[in-house]
Structures are given as C-alpha cells and as structure tokens.
C-alpha cells in the first residue's frame, strides 16, 4: 500500500488549508484511515481518524477546527484544517490501519509527509 499526501504549503494564521492523501490499494474501504503531524523536535502525534463508515476522532488540540473526511470510491482521506495557528505547523502524514480502531493506535502505513507552515 502506498500513500500519497498532499496540500501542504504555507499559510497565515486564522487561514484555512485542505490536505489530500491518495491510496493505492484496492481495498481501501476497508481501512481505518488517519493523519498525523510531527513538528520539529517532537514527537509525531495524532490528530484525526476516520473509520470505514465514516465516524470520526480527533485530538483535543484540534478543538474543532480539523476535519477529516474520506471518499472510498476515490481511495482518498482529506483534512480541511481551518483557523491555523502557528503551533500548528509541522509536517503531516496520512496513516492506514487495517485492524484497529479511529484512534489508529499502530498503523500499518504512513505517507510521505506534507509541510504545513503557519506564519503568524
């Protein structure tokens, strides 16, 4: 399976990006998808996850300003991100579990990463 991110870039503090991540995989319905982001110095930790069906978890940081969505029939899991901060600067990976849940405690895969930069 390989995932392919998208949609970083940089931005200025209250704006808005969409980060895009492909998959190529046949069975990607069946795939807890989710996104991660590691900022310099620190730990990659979790943001968003979405299951086969749709529900979704998110981490507390995100306070409602991250969505994460998925369209199966287009192997594609987004993350509109609105009302950037600075603290949310960091490069973003897409993830894949298989067996697991919306927290994506092991994934299976990760993307390459996309560089989201906020700029205050």
């Known amino acids: 399976v390989q995932l392919q991110a998208s949609g970083g870039g940089l931005v200025q503090a209250g704006g808005s990006l969409r980060l895009s991540c492909t998959a190529s995989?046949?069975?990607?319905?069946?795939?807890?998808m989710g996104w991660f982001r590691q900022a310099p110095g620190q730990e990659r930790e979790f943001v968003a996850g979405?299951?086969?069906?749709?529900?979704?978890n998110s981490a507390d940081f995100v306070g409602g300003r991250f969505t994460i969505s998925r369209d199966n029939a287009k192997n594609a899991v987004y993350l509109q991100m609105n009302s950037l901060k600075p603290v949310d600067t960091a490069v973003y990976y897409c993830?894949?579990?298989?067996?697991?849940?919306?927290?994506?405690?092991?994934?299976?895969?990760w993307g390459q990463g996309t560089q989201v930069t906020v700029s205050s």
């Open positions: 993830a894949a579990e298989l067996f697991g849940t919306t927290w994506l405690k092991s994934p299976d895969y």
């Open positions: 995989v046949r069975t990607f319905s069946y795939y807890y």
């Open positions: 979405i299951s086969r069906s749709g529900n979704t």
